[in-house]
Every structure is written in C-alpha cells, then in structure tokens.
C-alpha cells in the first residue's frame, strides 16, 4: 500500500523559510515523478514542483521558481520542498503526490498525502 507522509508546515512570516518533507513507502518509485501541489482556501488545488525520482530533473511554477527548490533523498525515500523568501500568497495546504508519468493535472495522480498547513503571515 502507497503511503504519502507530509510533514514541516507551520505559521512563519513573510520571508522565512520552511522545508517540507514526503515521505514514501509502500513500493519502488523509480521513474515515478514526485510532486508537490498546493490548494488555498477557495482555490483550486495548483502545480508547485517536480521531481523525477530517477535522474533528479525539476520543474517548477512560474509563481515559486528561484524561491523554492524540491529535492529528493533515495535512501530515505523522502521528497523535500525547501521554501524560502515565503510570501502571504503561499498559504496553502501543501500535498505531495506521485505518478508514473508527469501531468500537471492533480485529478490525474492517485497517490497522495494527506496535506500539511502553510500559513505565512504579513
């Protein structure tokens, strides 16, 4: 069984910096595309960034590139999202997701984790 654990949000100031992890069980993920979405209240549920498991290649949203950087670690199975110069507009519940072949579309991925709360303030 797939399992996705998110964990390292919390309530920083505009600014800061938070570093989220992922950690994924449950099967071999090589080739498997690591990805984290966002949704804020009100908000349908957006792209943020990229990874391959295999061979490290990245993408990210317009709105987060040179401000956040996804990594992954094999040997701990864990996908991170370090975030930093965090702005208002990054409130969100952050998710990780993984699927076989890269989609922006996160109706087409079916695992996820169950979500860790970003709240930055003014």
């Known amino acids: 069984q797939v399992q996705l654990v998110e964990s390292g949000g919390g309530l920083v100031q505009a600014g800061g910096s938070l570093r989220l992890s992922c950690a994924a069980s449950?099967?071999?993920?090589?080739?498997?595309?690591m990805v984290w979405f966002r949704q804020a209240p009100g908000k349908e549920r957006e792209f943020v960034a990229t990874?391959?498991?295999?061979?490290?290649?990245?993408n990210y949203a317009d709105s987060v590139k040179g401000r956040f950087t996804i990594s992954r670690d094999i040997a701990k199975n864990t996908v991170f999202l370090q975030m930093n110069s965090l702005k208002p507009e990054d409130t969100a519940v952050y998710y990780c997701a993984a699927r076989g072949s890269w989609s922006p579309n996160p109706l087409n991925y079916d695992y996820w984790g169950q979500g860790t709360q970003v709240t930055v303030s003014s």
């Open positions: 449950g099967r071999a993920f090589s080739g498997y595309f």
């Open positions: 990874i391959k498991w295999s061979g490290s290649s990245t």
